[in-house]
Structures are given as C-alpha cells and as structure tokens.
C-alpha cells in the first residue's frame, strides 16, 4: 500500500468471543476502506456489531474477545496486531473516539481543564500555558459557549450536548487521523443531535479528519455520511453512497430498515417491518444470516452464504439478481 492509498484498511477482520463452548464468531470477515476526510455511516440493529467493529479498530477490544483473523491498516501501516502498549499510543494520537454517553469518557472528579490539558500534554508534548490555550481552541471549535471561563468546571456542571462537545473536543486533542464516534448522538434532542453532526462533518473539512459514524439510525446517516455500510450479524450486507443506498437499496434487510422509515414528503403509507429478531452470536444458521427473517428467500439462501459484491461501489452479500 502507498500513501496513495486509503487512510483506512480493513481486509477480511474477523472477531471472535471465547467462551467455554468454543468461540462466538461476533464479525465474520468485516472488509471496508475510508478515505481522508470521508465521513463512513455504518449502520444496523442492536447486536449487528457495529460497536464491535469500531472497538476492534481502535484496539479497544478485552479479553475474551479478540481478532482472529484479518487486517486493519491505518495509513498503511498495520495496527490490529499492535502490542498494548503500542495501540495505547495510536488510540488518542492517531485515531479518536467519541462515545454514546460522555459521562464514559469523561472522568467526575476532574475538571474539564484538567482532562483536556493532560491529554493535550501527553499526545503534543507541550507546556501547561500552549495546553490551555489549544484546550480553549477546541472548545471554542466545537461551539462551547465561554470556553475559557468554562475550563475548571465539572462534567455534572454541562448538560449533555455540552459534555458530547467536551468530548468531541478530547477526541481532536492530537489531531487524529481518523475519529470513531459509536451512537455519538442517541441522547440527544433532535436539535443537538444536529448541531453534533454538523461539528464531525466540520472536523473532516477543517481537520482532514475522516469519521466513522456509527449510528442505529437512518437519518442520521442519510444527513451525515458520504457512503454507508449496512451491517448484519457480524457482517457488511450492503455498501455503497449513501444516497444511492437509501434511494436504491439492493439487500433486503436494506429494504426492510428504509421501509420503515416514515415519507416525509409523499403520501403517508403503512411502514413496514422486518419480522422476527437479530440471531445471537451463537444460533446463527447455515446460509444466509438474514434468511430466517427474509421476505424474498429460497432455497440456495438457506445453504450458501453470499460474498460481499457489486459494481459501482455499491456492493450487496445477497443471491438475488439486481
């Protein structure tokens, strides 16, 4: 791999779970790339293993799970099989994390200052006074009001939108080559959630940073990512543009996710819904993983599982035609 290349690589990334009745398959050769400053929408049900995929990544995954295959290359470089002190070091200088809740990533009895300064020191290595003013530099840049004076306050003293700008704000402390945010947005008002959104599409234009949003929600995705890759136990069913995904959807889980999604501008219908639920690590059938749930399936569906393809960039792990 050249410069040239993607920022990010993932070949084949398989993750497994021990446990004492063998080992739960959790992503089944995950494979995706992500260029600078794109922002990638991975989306799908609870238990798809999208957090997963983002953990496994960063080199956040602990024991009993673990990578059992496959590659993840970050600027051509390979950091899947890292040592941990080694994935510590990428984790927060090259690669940033923005969580659900950011009470998870925000300690209670320290200071926001504090945090921020002592992150900034040990990625920059810089001096207390530089610290602060980049600490202030960041919060202003993800829109918190008196950042300055703000600086010695507590997480409990924000409301939520602020400390996931708090948070946002840690991430971007080494300037990262690439931020993972997992639901950055689940609990939040409408209204905060889109001013989130508009601050990770920001950091890709004024950072080169490129993001993977990791989201259970559609129009989220439809509102914030380049391309999308819809995911289903352990595995990417569908990639592609978003736009062309959500307006032209090939698999049938795709179909079924945007068919339940009420029109905005035409006629009111009756939504749809995918029956049945998302198959536990451990009682996934032969075949096709959505063939128990799938309006369309036959036979080969039940036998064979489908290869991730597609021309055009837009790809889909399904035997029907089109």
């Not at 446990?19 to 799908?44: F, I, N, P, W």
């Not at 209670?108 to 504090?114: A, E, M, N, Q, V």
């Not at 009420?262 to 959505?290: H, T, V, W, Y």
Request: hydrophobic fraction near 40%.
């Amino acid at each position: 791999m050249t410069k040239a290349g993607p920022l990010l690589d993932v070949n084949d990334l398989t993750v497994e779970i021990a446990t004492r009745h063998g080992a739960l398959r959790v992503l089944d050769q995950v494979s995706l790339s992500l260029e600078r400053s794109e922002v990638l929408g991975v989306v799908g049900e609870s238990g798809a293993g999208k957090s997963m995929l983002g953990n496994a990544i960063a080199g956040l995954l602990e024991p009993p799970a673990s990578v059992t295959g496959g590659e993840v290359a970050l600027s051509g470089r390979r950091i899947d099989s890292l040592s941990r002190d080694a994935a510590r070091r990428v984790l927060g200088r090259e690669i940033g994390m923005v969580f659900q809740d950011p009470l998870t990533s925000l300690d209670p009895l320290f200071s926001i200052g504090d945090q921020l300064e002592e992150t900034i020191r040990v990625h920059l290595s810089v001096g207390p006074r530089e610290a602060r003013d980049t600490a202030v530099k960041l919060l202003e840049e993800t829109g918190l009001p008196a950042a300055r004076s703000r600086l010695d306050d507590y997480p409990h003293q924000f409301s939520g939108g602020m400390r996931q700008r708090v948070v946002l704000a840690l991430a971007l402390c080494a300037n990262p080559q690439l931020v993972i945010a997992d639901e950055p947005t689940t609990a939040l008002d409408v209204s905060i959630q889109a001013q989130i959104i508009r601050l990770l599409q920001r950091m890709c234009l004024d950072h080169g940073t490129a993001v993977i949003l990791i989201t259970h929600d559609m129009g989220v995705i439809a509102d914030a990512s380049e391309r999308v890759a819809v995911m289903y136990a352990g595995r990417i069913v569908e990639i592609g543009p978003t736009s062309d995904v959500i307006s032209r959807p090939r698999h049938p889980y795709t179909q079924g996710l945007m068919g339940a999604i009420p029109p905005l501008k035409r006629q009111p219908r009756r939504l749809e819904q995918i029956n049945g639920n998302m198959p536990r690590a451990d009682k996934l059938l032969g075949g096709c993983s959505f063939h128990p749930r799938c309006p369309l399936v036959f036979e080969k569906c039940r036998h064979e599982s489908p290869v991730l393809e597609g021309g055009e960039g837009h790809a889909k792990a399904c035997w029907l035609d089109g």
